[in-house]
């Protein structure tokens, strides 16, 4: 026990003395400041984001586990000019499948938000005439070409799960980076 004390008061006094001196500095940093080469997998970096495309076809609830199983969760577009750019991305990459994000109005129906930030849903890439909770059973959003006419990716809600029609692909986007460097003087 003597020998313990000991030690945790030897300790006590190097960390008093690298603090009294400050030896020490510690930085947080929003994004990669440092510009490490990070390995991102199965995330791609586009823009400032990273998001990963899951190709298996799920309802809501079951693509929101396989986000959370990456530490990630489902997409959410504080932006249209995010939503601009995944967008872009998929058509670059000629996918024109329907994809789920975060967006449901399931707290309240006909209010629409984006789950992972509360955020009410302000976006105008909605569908044409959508959101319509189409049989008053839809209350999850999902991103693609809502017509047969459609010529690009817009915003639908759709029933979240017990729909064979309803089960699509999904976007996770990972929480944003930050580093954090520690500086050590010696
Ligand atoms: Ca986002
Ligand atoms: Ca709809």
Redesign the pocket.
């Known amino acids: 026990m003597l020998k313990f004390t000991v030690l945790f008061l030897i300790l006590l006094a190097i960390a008093k003395i690298a603090w009294s001196r400050e030896k020490f500095t510690i930085q947080v940093n929003e994004d990669n400041a440092v510009g490490a080469i990070l390995k991102a997998e199965p995330f791609v970096k586009i823009n400032e984001g990273y998001y990963f495309f899951g190709t298996e076809s799920l309802n809501w609830y079951q693509a929101y586990e396989k986000c959370r199983e990456l530490d990630s969760e489902l997409v959410t577009f504080e932006t249209d000019q995010e939503f601009d750019v995944i967008a872009a991305y998929l058509m670059a990459n000629d996918s024109r499948q329907n994809y789920w994000t975060s967006g449901n109005d399931l707290a309240k129906t006909g209010t629409h938000k984006w789950f992972t930030t509360g955020e009410r849903i302000s976006s105008l890439r909605w569908a044409l005439n959508?959101?319509?909770?189409?049989g008053q059973r839809?209350h999850c959003i999902h991103l693609g070409y809502i017509y047969n006419d459609s010529k690009k990716f817009e915003l639908?809600?759709?029933p979240c799960s017990e729909a064979d029609n309803s089960l699509f692909k999904y976007i996770c986007e990972a929480p944003k980076m930050e580093t954090i460097s520690i500086v050590v003087w010696k």
């Open positions: 959508q959101p319509d909770n189409y839809e639908n809600d759709r």
